[in-house]
């Protein structure tokens, strides 16, 4: 391993002892000077030294008067500050339970101001090398999403840690649905922002998914309508406040919905690619999707739950449950294109973790600039003869483009479904008893495989198409509904896209590999989430306390 060179190595003080701190270009550690150190009395071995990695430091700075009366109250403390009336503190990214971070302090005081300064200098200097952290952010804000929390969210607990780690921000209050889509579309000067931030739910990200794709897909002269069309990667990254009703996207990609985390998960500059499924109705585009594309069930629950907005996150409770009741299944016929041999299947128990080596593997196929290599290119690779075809009648048709973890079902639709390796896993459900369907929907909420029923099969798919079952085709003037979906006499369900209606039924659909970047990282493994450290006093990193909260 390449030896790191020290940039900064000094006695400090921190709380009630002296500290050897020392900086080099991936770590700030320090322990104890060997006079001052005191067995710890917890879990960690008796060697107090303590580490932030460089990349997870929020920000570092002087430490004002006030901070350091307020924090320095006893007499050790007083005396602290008449030796070493000089300090900064270190703002940084610290792991709790269950994915969640907090940014936690540790201040550092200095006998002289000049060493002081350094610190912070040679600190912010390493900082400013870290050229995947954003500088300038666009952030839009849904007041109405969720339990209708989002703007106080923004202004209590995330604007004042970008204001922290020193990222500028353009705020936009949305005034009405759409919004946000529009200004990203044709307003917003792009060239400014180095991200675009969304505060609020599933529906809220759709906004900003839409306005950004189209507005690349303008810029470079791509025409969305055709469903061929080699769509341009967006190059700013896309962050997510969690203040919507399902936050599944934030939640499958961070592991997680809690503001703070994916505030610090911005800061930091994490980049985590996202696959993109692009909806046609022949050669017209329909809609983009990143979680679900749900036939049957889910669009029926989505159909309901829209009547019953003004009940928030609860309308889809009561939408499940009646959807549930009514027992509905629709005709029709699937054709899907498989996954490739190698990208796994959606039963093999790989899922999808931070650094992905299933993801990783497919990121070989989209160069930097999104250039399709040959790979990808190869003929035959879409023959018709690859195409599989299943006709059927199906309480749900998912189609599912990451796992779709939410806190309603931590695991997921598809818990083995990846991020960014170019593929949705397609479920099938087919008609069967309404208990049979509960005890696979119960399936969702806890360990057992929801797949492991006769009724349901999942395909990993690049490419799927659905037509309706339409026996009897009827004249429009046969109709006494408008005509939305008409020429169909059998009874037609609808699909929901992200949480959306789709117009239409008969649709296809393409995986767009790795077409989005996300403000995230994917979820960690659970090692990476231990401290190092569990005990009480005197060891003082565990005792430090976040924050904000
Ligand atoms: N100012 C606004 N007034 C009304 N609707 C808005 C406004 N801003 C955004 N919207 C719309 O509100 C819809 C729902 O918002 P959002 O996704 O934030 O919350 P949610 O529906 O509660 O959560 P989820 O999508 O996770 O279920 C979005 O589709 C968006 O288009
Ligand atoms: C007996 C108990 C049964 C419990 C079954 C729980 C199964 C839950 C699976 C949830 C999958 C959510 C996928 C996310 C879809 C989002 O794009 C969309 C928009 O926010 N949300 C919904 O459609 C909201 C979907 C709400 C579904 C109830
Ligand atoms: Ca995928």
Redesign the pocket.
Known sequence: MEKQVTLLSSQLFQKHRQVEVVLNRSVLAWKPVEKSRKPCSGTCDSVQSYSVEVCEIVAVRKTEDDDQDAAQTGKHQKKTKQLYPYAFTVSYVRRTRQHQWRCSEVTFHCANQALCEEWVQVTNEQLSLLTNRPKSLLVYI?????KRH?KRIYEQKVAPMFRLAGIATTVIV???????EDHLKTEANLDKYDGVVCV????????VLHGLVARTQNDHGVDQNQPDAELVPCSLRIGIIP??????ICFATVGTNDPVTSALHIIVGDSQPMDVCSVHHNDVFLRYSVSLLGYGFYGDVLSDSERNRWL??AR?DLAGVKTFLSHNYYEGTVSFLPAEDDVGNPRDKLQCRSGCSICQHNRSSKDEHGDVSEEKEKPGKDDSSDWNEIHGKFIAINAANMSCACPRSPKGLSPFAHLADGNADLILVRNCSRLDFFKHLLRHTNKDDQFDHPFVEVHRVRKFRFEPECHKLVSLEDLSEPPTKTGYSTPLGSWSCD??ILPEVAIQVSVQCQLIRLFARGIEEQQQQQQQCVSDDPCTLCALEPTTD
């Open positions: 849904n007041p109405f999403g969720g989002g949305t005034e009405r649905a759409n919004h946000a609020g739910g599933d529906g809220m990200f759709s906004e203040a919507g009703s399902t936050d599944c928030g996150p889809y949480g959306e």
